[in-house]
């Protein structure tokens, strides 16, 4: 039954290999049920709809995309700006105290819980996670600069 309705919908397309329209971006701003069809073809809410739900696209499929920009390449100093700010954020933490070099535990008087929040706030920041057995080895700033670095690939 499936195989059916399938080979009925492809051979109901265009040709496969035709190129997709470009739309224009003013019917990008309106929204896409209303963008697709024609301004005398469009129906009340009331009204009985049509079998299918390609009845409604005019002669030609429009393929709508997303892009995305990538992010700016990752330094040592940008990684080591972003973990001091989370920490500084961090409410358990006087920022007066606090340098690269500060031991969670020993200078900054935090206990195991604060450090297991402070890498996930860390996970949070860059994207990736931290396995446990790593996470118990980062007890100070540097510690987590060296070890995002050497995981993102920074070498400078």
């Known amino acids: 039954m499936a195989?059916?309705?399938l080979s009925a919908c492809v051979r109901g397309l265009p040709a496969a290999f035709a190129p997709l329209p470009r739309v224009p971006t003013l019917a990008l701003a309106r929204p896409l049920s209303t963008a697709?069809?024609?301004?005398?073809?469009?129906r009340r809410a009331g009204a009985t709809q049509p079998a299918s739900p390609f009845a409604q696209v005019p002669g030609s499929i429009t393929q709508l995309c997303r892009q995305y920009s990538d992010l700016p390449p990752l330094t040592l100093e940008g990684i080591k700006d972003r973990v001091l700010y989370v920490l500084k954020l961090y409410d358990k933490i006087d920022p007066e105290k606090l340098s690269v070099n500060s031991h969670f535990m020993k200078d900054l008087g935090l206990d195991s819980l604060d450090q297991?929040?402070?890498?996930?706030?860390?996970?949070?920041?860059?994207?990736?996670?931290?396995p446990d057995i790593d996470a118990e080895k980062?007890?100070?700033?540097?510690?987590?600069?060296?070890?995002?670095?050497?995981?993102?690939?920074?070498?400078?």
Request: with cysteine; aromatic share 10%; proline share 5%.
């Open 3 to 5: 195989a059916r309705v």
């Open 36 to 42: 697709l069809c024609p301004v005398g073809t469009r």
């Open 116 to 130: 297991v929040e402070i890498i996930m706030a860390m996970e949070d920041e860059f994207g990736f996670e931290i």
């Open 138 to 156: 980062l007890m100070c700033p540097q510690e987590i600069v060296d070890y995002i670095a050497d995981k993102k690939d920074v070498y400078e």
